[in-house]
């Protein structure tokens, strides 16, 4: 073999380890390789906000915080920087918030916890609504048990004065104070009477519309859990024949849009997920978005990081 032969087959050679090296996968998404010569991580990777559905009701500027946080934590992590965020670069990785059932889903899970902590707040007031309608009815009965007791106890007084001919001046003076009494404390328990009633009405409607508030909560509960399928993808990167992208579905709060924001560009970098509860790449949402040990052990693989 000649060695112009002999360069040709080692050319050949090259181009077919590249062509068998054009596809890979990680976490079961197709990923392009970079040169075969370029270390990874050499450069930052930059990243861009592309677009926001208006149905998350949340500002560009909101987003690009949680963003530029989760950019922070990356590079922080790595020493060095790995992600940039380049706003006008259209070669940037897109970042997308893509609002579909899973928001949706989301958004009613939340209005649903809404609405039942509204419910405990209004049930806890109508206890204490009915408490103050029974301690109020309490002494409406004592008042009226008193008030039946001196009439009677008048009335018989006057019926013996009358009965022995008629009363002095003194007894007649004293009777007609305890007439005039009795008359204001006649007026007195009517009033009485009449807010312990206003109370009562207040007390039913409060009860009824309580009642008619849980029945509603129950219904959307029941189509809530009839189209919840439980956990769903929250975000995803993606890298194949269509280009590379950052799409967002559904977040229920800024805090969780920042940890999917920083799992997906973890992604990015070339991280897999791992079974650390507590990592940013642990599959599913964690409470805190900070990196643990294997966060950075598998960054710095990813990166070739010393």
């Not at 409060?206 to 859990?225: E, G, H, L, M, W």
């Not at 990015?268 to 791992?274: P, T, W």
Request: hydrophobic share 35%; charged share 20%; with cysteine.
């Amino acid at each position: 073999m000649s060695k112009l032969a002999a360069l040709a087959t080692i050319l050949l050679g090259v181009i077919a380890l590249a062509a068998i090296g054009t596809t890979f996968y990680v976490n079961g998404v197709p990923q392009v390789p970079l040169s075969l010569f370029e270390k990874p991580c050499s450069t930052p990777l930059a990243v861009r906000i592309d677009t926001i559905d208006p149905k998350f009701n949340i500002s560009k500027a909101t987003v690009e915080n949680s963003l530029t946080l989760a950019i922070k934590i990356w590079n922080d992590g790595a020493g060095k920087a790995v992600l940039s965020y380049e706003p006008n670069n259209p070669k940037a990785i897109p970042i997308s918030l893509i609002y579909d059932t899973r928001q949706a889903t989301v958004t009613l899970g939340q209005s649903i916890d809404s609405t039942e902590a509204d419910q405990n707040s209004e049930r806890a007031a109508i206890e204490t609504l009915h408490d103050n309608y029974d301690a109020a009815g309490k002494a409406y009965n004592a008042a009226a048990d008193q008030f039946a007791s001196e009439s009677a106890s008048y009335e018989a007084e006057v019926k013996d004065v009358n009965a022995k001919g008629g009363a002095d001046p003194d007894t007649y003076a004293r009777l007609q104070a305890e007439r005039t009494r009795l008359n204001d404390a006649q007026t007195a328990l009517i009033a009485q009477g009449a807010q312990l009633k206003t109370l009562g009405d207040t007390l039913q409607k409060r009860v009824d519309s309580y009642n008619a508030s849980v029945s509603q909560i129950n219904s959307v509960v029941t189509s809530f859990n009839a189209h919840s399928s439980g956990d769903f993808e929250e975000g995803q990167y993606a890298r194949d024949s269509s280009g590379t992208r950052i799409s967002i579905y559904a977040y229920k709060s800024i805090g969780e849009l920042e940890h999917s924001l920083t799992h997906e560009m973890g992604h990015a970098l070339g991280l897999g997920h791992n079974s650390n509860p507590d990592s940013v790449m642990y599959p599913f949402t964690t409470p805190e978005t900070k990196l643990t040990a294997d966060d950075i052990a598998a960054l710095k693989t990813a990166c070739k990081l010393d």
